[in-house]
C-alpha cells in the first residue's frame, strides 16, 4: 500500500513570488508520482507525472516537480506564481493497480 | 477526444428521490472509476470497473448503485441519499493497469456537484 503527506495545508504567496509545495510519500514497491490542481468548483486536473526516466518533470505552465527516491519525496514547485494559479494542489502516488492515494491537499492562495 | 463529460454539473434531490450521475469518455479506456469528495479532502474511492466488470467496491452504501453499460459509459444511481451524502462526485477513466507504464494515469471530469435536502 502507497500513503502520502502534504507537509503544508495552506501556502500564501505573492504574485511573482516563487512557490514550494512539500510532498513524501511512502511505499514498499515501485511507484507512479502526479500532481493533480483543481481550480474552485471544477474537477481534477492532472499537472505533472513521474513514470520512470528523468527525475525531474515540468509542466507547460512553468511548474516543475523532482522524485527524490532516497527522500521519497515529489516536491513542486514554481518560479514565479500567478493569481490563476489560486488553487487547491494533490499529491498522489500509485502502483502498478487501479489504488491513487491523495495527499490531504494544499490550498494555493495567491495574492497581488 | 482526451475528455470525460459528466452531467449533470449540478444536481439537488431529496432523501426519497432517485436519481442518475452519468459520465462518458471516448479515450478508448477501459477502466472507470467513481469517487466522492467532500469540500477542502481529497477524493475518497468509491468504484472501479474494468472492462465493464466490477472491480472494486470501496465498501460503498447500497443507496450508491453503479453502472457501466459499455466501454464508454459509466453511470451512478442514487436512492435515499442522506443529507451527509451530498458532495463533489468525480468520474475518471484510464487504460487498464496491466497494459503498460503509466497505463494508470487518470483522466478526471469536471465532476457533479449533489445536494441532498
Known amino acids: 500500500a502507497q500513503s502520502v503527506t502534504q507537509l503544508d495545508s495552506q501556502v500564501p504567496v505573492f504574485e511573482e513570488a516563487p512557490v514550494e509545495l512539500r510532498c513524501n510519500y511512502s511505499s514498499s514497491v515501485s511507484v507512479y508520482l502526479f500532481w493533480y490542481v483543481q481550480y474552485p468548483n471544477q474537477g481534477l486536473q492532472l499537472l505533472l507525472k513521474?513514470?520512470?526516466?528523468?527525475?525531474l518533470v515540468k509542466s507547460i505552465n512553468g511548474f516543475e516537480a523532482e522524485f527524490n527516491k532516497s527522500q521519497t519525496s515529489f516536491h513542486l514547485r514554481k518560479p514565479s506564481v500567478h493569481i490563476s494559479d489560486t488553487a487547491e494542489y494533490f499529491c498522489a502516488v500509485t502502483g502498478n493497480d487501479y489504488k491513487l492515494s491523495f495527499g490531504a491537499g494544499t490550498t494555493v492562495t495567491v495574492r497581488a | 477526444d482526451t475528455e470525460v463529460t459528466q452531467t449533470p454539473k449540478h444536481l439537488v434531490m431529496g432523501m426519497t428521490n432517485k436519481k442518475s450521475l452519468k459520465c462518458e469518455q471516448h479515450m478508448g479506456h477501459r477502466a472507470m472509476y467513481w469517487y466522492k469528495q467532500k469540500a477542502k479532502k481529497p477524493p475518497e474511492l468509491m468504484f472501479v470497473y474494468s472492462y465493464e466488470k466490477l472491480s472494486i467496491n470501496e465498501s460503498v452504501p447500497s443507496r450508491f448503485s453503479p453502472e457501466c453499460p459499455n466501454s464508454s459509459l459509466l453511470n451512478l444511481h442514487l436512492h435515499a441519499l442522506q443529507p451527509e451524502d451530498s458532495a463533489l462526485y468525480l468520474c475518471a477513466s484510464s487504460q487498464d493497469p496491466g497494459t503498460g507504464v503509466g497505463a494508470n494515469v487518470l483522466t478526471f471530469g469536471a465532476g457533479s456537484r449533489l445536494t441532498v435536502l
Open positions: 513521474y513514470l520512470s526516466g528523468s527525475t
